[in-house]
């Protein structure tokens, strides 16, 4: 199962089948305002997860050029974002905490700044400076190793470590203040990357295109139906209980930390931390934010996840178009 894969696409009148299958090979056609348009589909492996594209073109040629470009797009972010590749923009300036400034790309830059937007926003529940919390519950290492839970001692050495006061941007210039301090792009990277490759779909002039990147999916146009395309939000625990949405040129985004866990042989624990307590949260299975940006979706999800209560507050707010809790 995916990091997040508590969304799926539902069966759209036979044209298009759920993200557990493959339509690589499966090419329907439908008409759209008179034209005819073929579905063509393409999976990459990013940022540890698999990024799905499902394009109704009139133009099949043009569009397989576009998702090779699309896909080389993805790697470039990869290779600026992940904190698993020492030459990435994150590890350098990770690396560098404490002893000066690092130069990055203007992507890089982007990132960061709308990180510190949605920790604006969230009153600090998003943090990208929460790496070092994500070190000690031991999120950077193997998934199948027992993980020593840390004491309150080791966590209280990372309090003045955690916190956007730490990041300070200058020109093209990254600084972390503080020699513990990190950034985790967590919450924000995989939203991002779609928000990129829905605007380079609209400039090359697409109208109907699914985006699912691990669980964070963007309909752009309204489907083939034109009535939105149908999103499945998965109950783990009651499948009956489960609740379809439809978007159109919507993002929706899915928090919650019964997949993605470490253990120390007694427990396990959630890789969603509480930027306030240094700890991981879970006060409720999971959080659905429905928003205009994937990157909004993305951080709003991952802040409402630690503090439900305030999804109706940001909804009316108008910073979120919609929401769903399981508990």
């Known amino acids: 199962m995916n990091r997040r894969e508590f969304i799926r696409i539902l ?8 993200f557990t299958r493959s339509a690589s090979a499966w090419v329907p056609d439908f008409r759209s305002g008179g034209e ?3 579905l063509i589909s393409r999976s ?3 940022m540890g997860s698999v990024f799905q594209i499902y394009l109704f073109t009139p133009d099949e040629t043009a569009a397989w050029q576009d998702l090779r470009k699309i896909s080389a797009r993805l790697r470039a972010l990869e290779n600026l974002w992940s904190v698993f590749l020492p030459g990435s923009d994150l590890s350098k300036i990770n690396t560098a905490a404490g002893t000066g400034a690092v130069q990055v790309n203007p992507l890089t830059l982007h990132l960061l700044q709308e990180s510190q937007k949605l920790n604006t926003l969230t009153g600090g529940l998003f943090d990208p400076t929460i790496e070092p919390v994500m070190r000690a519950f031991g999120f950077r290492s193997d998934p199948e190793s027992v993980i020593s839970f840390p004491s309150d001692r080791e966590l209280a050495v ?9 990041l300070i941007l200058k020109g093209n210039t990254v600084t972390l203040n503080h020699r513990l ?11 991002l990357a779609l928000d990129d490759t829905v605007s380079f779909l609209r400039s090359a002039g697409y109208d109907q295109a699914f985006l699912n990147f691990s669980g964070d999916v963007y309909a752009l146009g309204s489907g083939p139906e034109e009535n939105g395309w149908p999103v499945e939000i998965v109950n783990p625990d009651q499948p009956e209980a489960n609740e379809t949405l439809l978007l159109t040129n919507l993002a ?7 997949e993605n866990r470490r253990s120390n042989g007694r427990i396990s624990w959630g890789h969603i931390m509480n930027p306030e307590h240094r700890k991981p949260s879970e006060p ?6 429905v928003a205009k940006t994937a990157c909004l979706a993305d951080g709003l999800s991952t802040a409402g996840f630690l503090r439900p209560d305030l999804l109706p507050e940001w909804k009316s707010e108008r910073l979120l178009s919609d929401f769903r809790v399981l508990t």
């Open 252 to 258: 929706l985004s899915t928090s919650g930390a019964y």
């Open 284 to 289: 409720v299975k999971s959080v659905s934010v």
């Open 181 to 191: 301090s990190g950034l985790d792009p967590g919450g924000i990277g995989c939203g």
């Open 36 to 38: 005819r348009k073929t």
């Open 158 to 166: 990372l309090d003045s470590a955690i916190g956007i006061k730490n």
């Open 11 to 18: 069966s759209l009148a036979g044209l298009l089948l759920p």
């Open 44 to 46: 990459v492996f990013a």
